[in-house]
C-alpha cells in the first residue's frame, strides 16, 4: 500500500502560509500532479510529504503511517530534483548506486539494480562518465535512475522537466508516463506547466496561494472548472471571461453582455433559470468560438459580431484576438477563415460548452 | 545607443583596462624586484654584498682603473699637483678631477703613501657568484670558508635543517588542525537547525576583528599552568584558535553556497550528516579548503611572534623565522647568511602554493546542477 494522505496539513514560514489547510488522498498507483502559478505551494506540499520541510500543523500518511516524526531516508520516498541535484564528484554509476550503499546493500545487488535502471532509461554506455560530461536530458535520466534504483513506495518529481528544452521536454514527458506504467507505483508530480499536468496525470490538483482548489481527472478539470481560477489556469490559450447578465425574453434565456446577446443552451437551462436577472462570470474557451462559416456540426450554436484586433495565424489554426465593445477576448479559428484586423466578423459559440461562476465567490455555477 | 556612444564607451573601456594593467604591472614590480634582489644577493660573497649593490651584477657603466701610480715624494702634496694630465690641489684629487677626455684622476689612499689611478668609464658586469652561502646556512655545524686571500677560515655553520623541520612539525598540524574543525562547523553552520545557529556564528565572526596579541599573555599563562609552554602542542592549538574563526567564516561562505538540492537529495538517499559531510562536503570544498590552506600554511610558517612566544628560545625546537631573525642578531653583518636564509625558508610556501594553486579551478561544480 503506497496511498499518500494529507490531512489538514499547514506550513507556516512565520506570519507566512505556503500551504493551508491542505487535505488530499492520493490513492496507490496514481500518477498525481501538483500544478499551479509560482508559489502556489505545490513544492511546497512535495517537500513536506518528502520530509524536506516540517509540518506545521495536520498529518501526512504514507500508506497507514504517519511520517510527521519519520526523517526522509526512512519514508520509502524518492525525489527527482528540478536541477537534478546530481552528486557531480562521482560517476554515473556511483550517482545511482549511492542510496543503496548508505542502505548496505550487497554489491551483487546494487550493481543488478543500476544496470536493470540503466537498461529502462537507456544510459548504460554513460554509467563511468560523471555528469558534468552528460547533456541536459542524460543528466535528468540519470536523476530519474537514481530514484528508480531505490524502488520506493512513492515517487516524488520536482518539476523535473523545466530545465529541458521545448522538444526534449515533450519526449521526458512521454517516458515518465511510461516509467510509471511499467513501475506501478506512486507517482506525485509538481509542474507549474499545465500541459505536463494534462497529458500525465491521472488526477491533477490545481493551487493557488497556498490553497488547494481543486482535484479531479484531466478532462473533468478541462471541462468542469470549479472555479474562475482553475478555468483561467487549464487550457492554452486561456478561457474567456465575460461579465454578463442573465435575462430572460420569449422564454428563452440569454446570456446578455452588453454587446452580445447569445441563446443558453437546453444543456445549461436549469442553471441559468435559477440565476435569472442576476450578474454572472460568463466563460467560454477560445476553440468553442468559430467563425460562422466553419461552426463544427451537432453544437448549439449562438451567434455574435465582433471585431478582429490581432491575428496570429498558427498554421492548423489562427488565434484571433477580437473585440466586442471594450472587451477582448480570443478565439481559435478555423485556418481557412477570413480574419483581418479591423474587420468585423461574424462568430458561432458553442453554448454547450459555457461555463458560469458567481461573480463574488468566484465559484462555479453550473 | 549611438555609434558615437559606442565609440565612446569603448573608448572608456580601454582606457579603464590601461589603468588596470598599469596597476597590476607596477605592483607586479613593487613585489618582485625586492624578491630577485634577494635571490641575488644570496649567491653573492660576502665582500661584494657589503660594498656593492645587487644590481651591480648587471651591465652597467663604472669606473675601472686603467692606469695606477705612486706619486714620487717629489710631489707636494700641500700645494697645487700636476698628475697624470690633471692639475689641482690634494682634495681635488681625492674627490677625482674629470680630464677633458673623459677619464678621472683620483687619489685613493691618504695623503703621505696614497696612489693615483687613471680610471675611465667602461661596461662592467660583477658576476663573482658562489653558493657558499647555502652552502653555509645549510650545511651543519662548521664550514670552511675560503677568504678573498686565499686562507680559509672555520665558520660556525647556522644548520638550518633542524629549524627547518621543526617548521614543518609546527606548520602540518597548525595548517590541517584548524580545517578539519572549521569545516565541521562551517557546516553545521551553515545546513544544521539548531536554536543559537546565528549568534553563535556571529560570534564566531567577531572574533576575527580580535587581535591576536592581547591574547597572548593570557593564553602564555594557562600553558605555563598546564604544562604547555615550550611544546609542539601548545603552538598547534594556538595557531588553531587563532586561525579558527577565518577559516570558519571563509569555509562557511563556500559550503553555504551548495546547491541545497544535492545535499536534500542525500538525505532522501538515506545520508546523515556525518555521512553527508564526509562523502559530499568535503570533496566539494576542495577548492575552498585548499585556498584556505594555502593561507594557513603561509601564515604560520612565516609567524615569528607565535613561535617566539610559545615555543620560547630553545634551540632544539626553534622555527625557521626564530633562526633567521637570531642570524640577524648574532651576526649583525652577515646579509650574505640571512640573504640565502630567506630564500630557503621560502622554498616550501612556493612549493605549496604552486602544488594546491590547481585546486583553484573553478567549475568543480560544473555538472550537478543544471546547465
Known amino acids: ?366 | 545607443m549611438t555609434a558615437q556612444a559606442v565609440s565612446r564607451k569603448k573608448h572608456g573601456v580601454s582606457w579603464g583596462q590601461v589603468f588596470v594593467n598599469v596597476t597590476l604591472i607596477l605592483l607586479v614590480l613593487i613585489w618582485t624586484i625586492p624578491t630577485i634582489g634577494l635571490l641575488i644577493s644570496s649567491f653573492r660573497t660576502r665582500f661584494d654584498i657589503q660594498t656593492s649593490g645587487w644590481w651591480t651584477v648587471f651591465p652597467h657603466r663604472d669606473w675601472v682603473t686603467v692606469e695606477e701610480f705612486q706619486p714620487g715624494p717629489e710631489v707636494d702634496r700641500d700645494g697645487v699637483m700636476n698628475l697624470a694630465g690633471a692639475q689641482g690641489t690634494f682634495e681635488e684629487f681625492r674627490a677625482g678631477i674629470t680630464l677633458p677626455d673623459g677619464r678621472r684622476v683620483l687619489w685613493i689612499g691618504n695623503k703621505r703613501i696614497g696612489r693615483v689611478a687613471v680610471q675611465e668609464r667602461q661596461w662592467v658586469m660583477n658576476t663573482n657568484f658562489t653558493l657558499e652561502n647555502y652552502q653555509e646556512v645549510l650545511g651543519g655545524k662548521t664550514f670552511e670558508v675560503k677568504q678573498p686571500d686565499g686562507s680559509t677560515i672555520t665558520v660556525q655553520g647556522s644548520d638550518f635543517s633542524s629549524a627547518f623541520i621543526n617548521s614543518l612539525i609546527v606548520t602540518l598540524p597548525a595548517t590541517v588542525i584548524p580545517i578539519l574543525i572549521a569545516a565541521f562547523a562551517a557546516y553545521g553552520f551553515a545546513w544544521m537547525k539548531f536554536p543559537g545557529r546565528r549568534l553563535l556564528f556571529t560570534m564566531v565572526v567577531a572574533l576575527l576583528v580580535v587581535p591576536l596579541q592581547i591574547a597572548l599573555v593570557p593564553i602564555l599563562k594557562d600553558y605555563v599552568r598546564l604544562n604547555l609552554n615550550g611544546t609542539f602542542l601548545g603552538i598547534w592549538l594556538a595557531h588553531t584558535g587563532f586561525g579558527l574563526p577565518l577559516a570558519t567564516y571563509l569555509l562557511f561562505n563556500y559550503i553555504s553556497s551548495l546547491p541545497r538540492d544535492i545535499l536534500e537529495s542525500a538525505f532522501i538517499d538515506g545520508a546523515s550528516h556525518f555521512t553527508i559531510f564526509t562523502r559530499l562536503i568535503l570533496p566539494l570544498s576542495v577548492p575552498a579548503l585548499a585556498s584556505f590552506a594555502i593561507f594557513q600554511f603561509l601564515w604560520v610558517w612565516n609567524d615569528y611572534l607565535v613561535a617566539l612566544i610559545f615555543i620560547g628560545a630553545s634551540p632544539d625546537s626553534q622555527v625557521l623565522t626564530q633562526r633567521i631573525a637570531e642570524m640577524v642578531g648574532s651576526r649583525g653583518n652577515d646579509w650574505h647568511l640571512l640573504t640565502a636564509g630567506a630564500f630557503v625558508s621560502m622554498l616550501l610556501p612556493l612549493i605549496v602554493f604552486f602544488s594546491l594553486q590547481r585546486f583553484f579551478v573553478r567549475g568543480l561544480l560544473a555538472g550537478s546542477v543544471k546547465g
Open chain 1, 1 to 366: 500500500m503506497a496511498s499518500v494522505t494529507y490531512r489538514h496539513v499547514w506550513k507556516r514560514w512565520g506570519d507566512v502560509v505556503a500551504v493551508r489547510d491542505f487535505n488530499l488522498a492520493i490513492a496507490d498507483k496514481e500518477f498525481m500532479v501538483y500544478v499551479g502559478p509560482s508559489g502556489c505551494g505545490k513544492s511546497t506540499s512535495l517537500r513536506l510529504l518528502a520530509g524536506l520541510e516540517e509540518i506545521s500543523e495536520g498529518e501526512i500518511l504514507i500508506g497507514d503511517r504517519v511520517v510527521n516524526d519519520v526523517p526522509p531516508k526512512d519514508r520509502d520516498i524518492a525525489m527527482v530534483f528540478q536541477s537534478y541535484a546530481l552528486y557531480p564528484h562521482m560517476t554515473v554509476y556511483d550517482n545511482m548506486a549511492f542510496g543503496l550503499k548508505l542502505r548496505k546493500t550487497p554489491k551483487a545487488e546494487i550493481d543488478r539494480r543500476v544496470k536493470e535502471a540503466a537498461e529502462i532509461l537507456g544510459i548504460t554506455q554513460f554509467l563511468d562518465r560523471k555528469p558534468k560530461a552528460l547533456s541536459g536530458g542524460q543528466r535528468q535520466r540519470v536523476a530519474v535512475g537514481r530514484a528508480i534504483v531505490r524502488n520506493p513506495q512513492v515517487f516524488l518529481f520536482d518539476e523535473p522537466l523545466s530545465n529541458l528544452d521545448a522538444k526534449l521536454r515533450v519526449q521526458t514527458r512521454a517516458e515518465i508516463t511510461k516509467l510509471w506504467q511499467r513501475l506501478g507505483t506512486t507517482f506525485i508530480y509538481v509542474t507549474h506547466d499545465q500541459v505536463e499536468a494534462m497529458t500525465m496525470a491521472t488526477r491533477i490538483a490545481v493551487m493557488k496561494d497556498g490553497v488547494l482548489q481543486q482535484v479531479d481527472t484531466p478532462q473533468h478539470l478541462y471541462n468542469k472548472p470549479g472555479n474562475v481560477f482553475v478555468a483561467g489556469f487549464i487550457g492554452s490559450p486561456s478561457m474567456n471571461f465575460f461579465d454578463v447578465t442573465l435575462v430572460e425574453a420569449d422564454g428563452k434565456m440569454y446570456v446578455d453582455g452588453g454587446t452580445f446577446r447569445l441563446e443558453v443552451s437546453p444543456k445549461h437551462l436549469e442553471v441559468a433559470r435559477k440565476y435569472k436577472g442576476q450578474q454572472v462570470i460568463f466563460g467560454v474557451r477560445p476553440e468553442d468560438i468559430q467563425a460562422k462559416q466553419y461552426a463544427p456540426p451537432g453544437i448549439s450554436p449562438a451567434h455574435l459580431k465582433a471585431k478582429v484586433d490581432v491575428t496570429e495565424l498558427m498554421g492548423n489554426e489562427i488565434f484571433c484576438y477580437l473585440l466586442t465593445g471594450k472587451k477582448s477576448f480570443l478565439a481559435r479559428l478555423d485556418p481557412r477563415t477570413e480574419a483581418h484586423p479591423g474587420d468585423t466578423i461574424e462568430l458561432t459559440v458553442n453554448m454547450d460548452n459555457i461555463h458560469f461562476f458567481d461573480p463574488k465567490t468566484e465559484q462555479r455555477l453550473n
